[in-house]
């Protein structure tokens, strides 16, 4: 299983990015899904999750990035996606995909992403 996530950057306040997270060897419709965060000298903390298709694709963010940040799946390209608006500096970290929908459920992490808000 490999899941190769995508789309960090530095970004301004108030600014938007859209990461990605492409799996392989894993079908996500299948699985609950999760983005995880990890600020520097902080714990790893879920952002959001999707459930499984079956469990009706319900999604679960962080009190934190309600709001601003949405999580979809794309079915046929095997891919779920994280949508972050309204960029604040609290946002930055290296953001990590994962197949649960909390930390204690990951099986599998993809490599991380940096995401970077900063003028």
């Known amino acids: 299983v490999q899941l190769q996530a995508s789309g960090g950057g530095l970004v301004q306040p108030g600014g938007s990015l859209r990461l990605s997270c492409a799996a392989s060897?894993?079908?996500?419709?299948?699985?609950?899904m999760g983005w995880y965060r990890q600020a520097p000298g902080k714990q790893r903390e879920l952002v959001a999750s999707i459930s499984s298709v079956s469990s009706g694709g319900r999604t679960n963010y962080a009190e934190s990035v309600k709001g601003r940040f949405t999580i979809s799946r794309d079915n046929a390209k095997n891919t779920i996606s994280l949508q972050m608006n309204s960029l604040k500096p609290e946002d930055t970290g290296v953001y990590y995909c994962?197949?649960?929908?909390?930390?204690?459920?990951?099986?599998?992490w993809g490599q991380g992403t940096l995401v970077t808000v900063s003028s």
């Open positions: 060897g894993l079908i996500v419709r299948l699985n609950g």
């Open positions: 994962g197949n649960g929908r909390s930390i204690g459920l990951v099986r599998y």
